[in-house]
């Protein structure tokens, strides 16, 4: 599968309340193999999109397509591609996993039982799946419902708030797994979260809405574009006479003393030449580090300082 292909596609989708306009003119393309975040602030406008797109709730207007094929005019083919799974998955305790699988197969045309073996493997409840769902730690139940989700081969894979209620290992392993699944099997996974260092660590790229309104998507995985102005922090036995030497020998170099270390912008390719021009002079470096904002220094700039919830 090509993973520049898009999936999902969403184009001027709004959602309209009375005379309150809870999505507004929202658009964005997601491609295949690509983990994708979904971030806002509280009533942004996250859930009821992630609702238009699984169609519990309808469009006022605009149009959301799934594999190419509109969910307001062909809904039932269009989910055909879409597994979903908001907040905890539901499941019957009283069953064996294999047994949930089983009963959820049923649900769709073509599952055979060596597609339900393929799912199990590829959430790793190998050696659980014929444990009673009520013995499952939330992580477990987590992976499960990600697997129910995967039965029918779908080409979308949205998640709402899945890691409420994981302990941290949980969280970890849920986002190794779905990390895994887009690499893997070529899907698309949307994630809505609130928790902005697990966004960071899980998604390639992230759309923040605020009010309804998409704010910006961003990459999360920068490319190592040798041009591109990077800010770094060195340490260094002596920082001033550092400065010193950078501010006089890279001049276009945006060079400043932060406490113990010497902080800089400037193209990456120049790096090592900073580096070496330190070394030279005999100064001994400590650590070299790249500075770039986090994603909640970035949502809290776009956002104004709202939180999310």
């Known amino acids: 599968m090509q993973q520049e292909e898009v999936v999902l596609k969403l184009r001027n989708v709004t959602k309209k309340i009375g005379n309150r306009r809870i999505v ?55 989910m055909t591609h879409i597994g979903a799974i908001v907040e905890n998955p539901e499941m019957y305790k009283f069953l064996t996993g294999y047994q949930n699988l089983v009963h959820f197969a049923r649900r769709h045309s073509g599952v055979t039982k060596e597609r339900i073996e393929e799912v199990i493997k590829l959430v790793g409840l190998q050696n659980r799946i014929h444990e009673k769902v009520k013995r499952y730690s939330l992580g477990m139940r987590q992976r499960l419902g990600v697997a129910q989700a995967l039965l029918h081969r779908p080409s979308v894979l949205i998640l709402d708030e899945p890691t409420n209620g994981l302990d941290p290992a949980g969280i970890r392993e849920l986002r190794d797994y779905l990390r895994k699944l887009s690499r893997e099997e070529g899907i698309a996974v949307i994630v809505s979260s609130h928790l902005l260092s697990e ?82 002079a005999e100064l001994d470096i400590y650590g070299i580090h790249a500075t770039q904002k986090s994603l909640e220094d970035q949502f809290l700039e776009m956002t104004g300082g709202e939180m999310v919830v």
């Not at 942004?44 to 594999?67: C, D, F, H, P």
């Not at 501010?247 to 060079?255: L, M, Y």
């Open 24 to 78: 507004d003119d929202l658009s964005f393309d997601v491609p295949a193999g690509e983990v994708f975040g979904f971030l806002g602030p509280n009533g942004a406008g996250k859930t009821t999109t992630i609702r238009m797109i699984v169609g519990l709730i309808s469009m006022t207007q605009g149009e959301i397509a799934v594999k190419g094929i509109s969910v307001r005019k062909q809904f039932e083919l269009a």
């Open 199 to 280: 966004m960071e660590l899980m998604c390639d790229r992230v759309a923040i809405i605020q009010a309804g309104k998409l704010i910006d998507v961003r990459s999360l995985q920068e490319t190592a574009d040798e041009a591109k102005p990077y800010k770094i922090a060195i340490d260094v036995n002596d920082p001033r006479r550092a400065y010193e030497l950078v501010s006089a020998s890279f001049q276009n170099a945006n060079v400043s003393l932060q406490g113990n270390r010497l902080e800089l912008v400037t193209d990456r390719a120049r790096i090592p030449d900073i580096a070496r021009l330190l070394v030279n």
